[in-house]
């Protein structure tokens, strides 16, 4: 074999103290943060997964629950030799801008019916009077049937004994898209918390990355501390997109001060990121904390109130509900936002966000694996 | 000279059962190339990393330039360069932002772009860790070590997977650092690596040192320094290595794949016996080597086994 001796030009001298450069107690959490904010920018999934997603996810629900003009109901009149007195009935009534009425055959407004097709079926009977068919356990059908009835009656010149009126009112605040958008805040700090500093603690124990770093003289605590604080900056601009899209597309209004829910949230990422540290504190593979993850957020998914209100749960499970740093997160992010309460009106919930992180972060650290 | 690292008796059992380290005694010299040679599984990467502070022994004791880990962990750590097996970087950081990052934790580093051109890196600098080939990633990986200005260097089977060139690339780059004064303590299993680089070697086997000292006394205790190699016709397991360890000047005898290795003194006393004696019994002589002891004959006379095997 021979030897190929490749002599490099330069010869480096171990230590040329004059020209090196002395590096101060936070350079190395510096660079930790700007790597770990180059690498997520670098990652379009992430981008999509904490900008996007949020914002098209409002966007669909809003536009699906948007509180849509008065209801058209839809009835059948079973075909018959008194179908067409029903019909007019009705298009004489105040009503008949909102009822759609079909004349069918029985059997088809039957199945019709029980696709849902029709909210009510009207059966006119051999002598004067009609029999309404509807499902009362259907919210539409039940309402229905009182239009309907309101409407034949009118129609037949009934008289109303006293005389009333009646206002619409639909304000910002008070719509789906106002209940949801904190919903979805909430919900997108606990995932970007727990997936942002879980899996990628574990990514890196993985790739034997920690290990590499604690080979060094890295604070470890400065590590946390970057891993931490990249979190914070995602979730900076995601409030501010995600409360902007509201204001903008949904003319959401915002109560509370801007400075209450930075706040708030920012005890809330760091709730969650501390759930996320303790989640991946051991793990040695993707899978598992995958798992783990799972099992530790979909309580909160279901539970915490994200896309209902957690108020639907059984009085039972409410104090177990209320514990959830979710939950808490949710309700202060909606009281705030919604109704512009203050901070020291929220103690309670603001208690258990600091709990959870708090005793999250302190087993987190005394379990917390390098290697 | 003082010795850069040093450690006694030192032991590692895991899950209580499992001992990857059984007693282990090494005092490695400031200045000196060191090398653990051994099988896979022999305990080498146990060791490394109880030196490097990142695993904790089960008993003994160890001192790196005199200190220990509890008490002086973040100053050794200043002094220290490492590259660990199989540590994957940030494959969405450039070459350059990587060294930077490592560059970041030291208090007085060298100057990143400076490693990179001493490690033939400076054209990938801003290309990403993810577009770089086997050879540039594992030289970033000692350039990662290099940076901080370490006065030891502790490699991991630094050369594992590497095609000859850049194995080349990288023996350079250890024996400079070496000249610069530094300590150099890898692992390997490959036995040119061990003497090309080391000044001296140990030889780790089940946990424990089997052998020690420089490459040519390690060869030196084989006694003969020549192997003599050869296959004859109807022997072909070895039943008659008795026969042959009694031929004149052969320090020992073993069957290997097929062929009859003989350990020599003076192989031109020998080889004449050796062919008398296949030509007396009729055989036919089918293949017939001569060349220098190398380590491998030496790990293989102390174990029984060839390096490469698991």
Redesign the interface.
Known sequence: MTLAQQTLSTPVPVSSKNSTPRNSRWSGFAHLLGARLRELQREPEVIFWVFGFPVLLALGLGIAFRNKPAEITSIAVVAGPRAQDALSLIQHSSQSSSIRADVVEEQKALQAFRLGKYDLIIVPDGSASFQYRYDPARPESALSRAKVDDALQAGAGRKNPVSTSAIASSEPGSRYIDFLIPGLLGMNLMNSGMWGIGFALVDMRQRKLLKRFVATPMRRSDFLLALTSSRLVLMVIEIGLLLGFGILVFHMRVLGSLFTILLLATIGAVAFGGLGLLTASRAQKLESVSGLMNIVMMPMWIFSGVFFSSERFPAVVQPFIKLLPLTALNDALRATILQGASLSAQFGRLLVLVLWGGISFVLALRWFRWT | MSAAIQCRELRKTYDGKIEAVRGLNLEIQTGECFGLLGPNGAGKTTTIEIL????EPTSGQVTIFGQTWKENE?QL??K?G?S?Q?????E??TVR?TI????????????PA?VL??M?LGEKADAWVGKLSGGQRQRLAVA?ALV??P?ILFLDEPTTGLDP?SR??LW??IR??QQ???TVLLTTHYM?EAE?LCDRLAIVDHGQVIAEGTPAELIDRLSGHHMVEFQVSGDCDGSALGAWRALPGVESVRHDNGLVCLNVREPHLTIPVLLDAVTREGKQLLHLTTRQASLEDVFVRLTGRHLREE
């Open positions: 490097e502070g990142l695993l973040r750590r200043e220290l490492i660990l199989e540590t994957r970087l940030s969405k950081l932002e930077g990052l490592f560059a970041s934790f030291y208090r007085e580093p060298r100057s400076e051109e001493q033939q990662t901080g200005n006065k060139q080349r690339q350079d780059i400079e650092f610069a004064g530094g040119d090309r």
